[in-house]
């Protein structure tokens, strides 16, 4: 499945991107995100945990960059993960910053593949919860870079463990939200 978003960050796009390649920084703001220091090949251990009702997944894996072009300020970041027998979670994000205003804008075009129970929540639900992760994810970035901290210090912001029911609630209110613009849509096409 593919799945594109984009942030706001309130950095010029040179620093932006500087600071979104050092995975050690960006890693407190990833709900339930964890990584560990980088091998001699640029492999970064590491693990994220989801709760999505009585059901705990904590993917257990990797993640590099594997290539960059500072140049065009674009970058591709590889992941893989699993959560026990057969659960795993495999991830190519091409990350784009292009200037807006005073800071940047960041585009991720991501490439997601889900096996395992996670999996039968479908595509419309999956990319519903991502969008309500990036969001998050991108409020921390903006508060730690505006800061002007990094990744060791402990007054800056941390995203928690992502919680299914906060989530699934947020969920159910885009879904319902939609439903409703799809029925006014139709009252207005019915009308004309």
Known sequence: MRLVDEILIPAPPDRAYTWLLDLQQVAPCVPGGEIGAPDADGIYPGKV????????????????????????????????????GAESAKVRALMEVVPDGEGSRVRMTTDLEIRGRAAQMGAGMIGTVSRQLTAQAAACIAARIAAGGDAGDGALPVAGEVSGIGLMASVASAKVGDAMRRLGRKGEEEKG
């Open 49 to 84: 945990s989801v709760k999505l009702g009585p059901m705990r997944f904590v993917y257990e894996g990797r993640v590099r960059i594997a290539e960059r072009d500072a140049a065009a300020r674009t970058a591709l970041i590889e992941g893989e993960g699993k959560a026990g």
